[in-house]
């Protein structure tokens, strides 16, 4: 089992910048892909950047040039710098990490991030 724990949502006000952080625990596991999430009130959870173990990072399009994903491994941590913000951008960001021999990912709790004026 791997427990997710996620921090640094907040308010914000538009062009401000924000870092989520996403720390894995647990026993005996081994991290692939680290990716972040976001759900906005009546829409369906959608990706928003993703990095595999070893890989190149992946971001839709909405984010490209204002958000950077970064992960260490050493910490079992996956970061998102979240620079230029939006109101569009409010949402519950939420952390899903992938694990070496089994089938399922993890989901962090969540955390809220409000971009308003």
């Known amino acids: 089992q791997v427990q997710l724990v996620e921090s640094g949502g907040g308010s914000v006000q538009p062009g401000g910048s924000l870092r989520l952080s996403c720390a894995a625990s647990g026993r005996s596991f081994s991290i692939s892909a680290m990716g972040w999430y976001r759900q906005a009130p009546g829409k369906q959870r959608e990706l928003v950047a993703t990095m595999p173990n070893g890989g190149s990072a992946y971001y839709a399009d909405f984010v490209k040039g204002r958000f950077t994903i970064s992960r260490d491994n050493a910490k079992n941590t996956v970061y998102l710098q979240m620079n230029s913000l939006k109101p569009e951008n409010t949402a519950v960001y939420y952390c899903?990490?992938?694990?070496?021999?089994?089938?399922?990912?993890?989901w962090g709790q969540g955390t809220q991030v409000t971009v308003s004026s």
């Open positions: 899903n990490v992938g694990v070496y021999s089994v089938s399922q990912t993890y």
